[in-house]
Nanobody, 121 residues
Framework: QVQLVESGGGLVQAGESLRLSCTASGRTFMGWFRQAPGKEREFVAAISRTGITPYYADSVKGRFTISRDNAKNTVYLQMNSLKAEDTAVYYC??????????????????WGQGTQVTVST
């Protein structure tokens, strides 16, 4: 059983930054998704085990950075220049291998409990 523990959410003003963290062990591929009220869960970013290859949704490219510290079994999502439309519950997800469909929720077999990010204007 893999347990994902997220932290770092909160309430910020538009233009400010937040860093989310997710601890997990034994997983090759890690991703972040988000779900706003009344909307489907959507892909935000993902990263391979080596950390060399990050992937981003177009909506966050240039503002968010995903990284990982394998020594700490932790994946980070640095979120800069936050906008009101970034408001959502953010979920960490883990896959046991490198999925070709990394933007799809079905590619991941473990999920965190979610952390709320609220951006006010």
């Amino acid at each position: 059983q893999v347990q994902l523990v997220e932290s770092g959410g909160g309430l910020v003003q538009a233009g400010e930054s937040l860093r989310l963290s997710c601890t997990a062990s034994g997983r090759t591929f890690m991703g972040w998704f988000r779900q706003a009220p009344g909307k489907e869960r959507e892909f935000v970013a993902a990263i391979s085990r080596t950390g060399i290859t990050p992937y981003y949704a177009d909506s966050v490219k240039g503002r968010f950075t995903i990284s990982r510290d394998n020594a700490k079994n932790t994946v980070y999502l640095q979120m800069n220049s936050l906008k009101a439309e970034d408001t959502a519950v953010y979920y960490c997800a883990a896959a046991p291998y490198y999925p070709t469909s990394y933007t799809q929720t079905g590619a991941y077999d473990y999920w965190g409990q979610g952390t709320q990010v609220t951006v006010s204007t």
